[in-house]
């Protein structure tokens, strides 16, 4: 898409359970043991993100390459000349895209902000129930902190005992 647009895969992340795929693509080279949800939208290789991402993604992206190519004027020529900027291909849009003011980019920044607290805090509880699974209910720390080995009790031959008058 250009060099304004970084390419990252989720799989990469250190969390990458936050960010659900939109489409599955190279499915046709995919190892035979992994399954993809039922329902999810899948292709074989490359997908085209003009077909297959929302117009709200597709108008960020316009937006994106637009703002990039102000700040770059000579490199956004270079690749509107060699034809890698744009969706699928096309060229960056010439037509003026709405600006949007800092009152709405607010408000869709808290909103965004608080669906990735949302999906960290179901992480968090997620990692914290596979731990409980794990360990028990208990945990070891938890088990040896209710021992007490304190005055009134006696330890003979490794043996924890109430002392005996």
Known sequence: MGPAVADLRVGTLDWPSLMEPDVH???????????????????RGVYQPGKMW?????????VC???????????????????RSGRDGEKTPTGTVEE???EAFEKRFRETERGFRERLE???RKLEEERRAKDG???LEEMTGKLSLGEKDAVKDEIVSEPVD
């Open 54 to 62: 929302p117009e709200s993604s597709l108008r960020r992206l316009e």
């Open 122 to 124: 179901r992480v968090e």
């Open 25 to 43: 693509a190279f499915v046709e080279s995919k190892v035979e043991w992994v399954r993809l949800p039922e329902g999810a939208r899948a292709v």
């Open 137 to 139: 209910d208990e945990g």
């Open 65 to 83: 390459l637009e703002r990039w190519a102000r700040e770059h004027p000579k490199v956004g020529r270079e690749c509107e000349d060699e034809g």
């Open 100 to 102: 949007e003011d800092d």
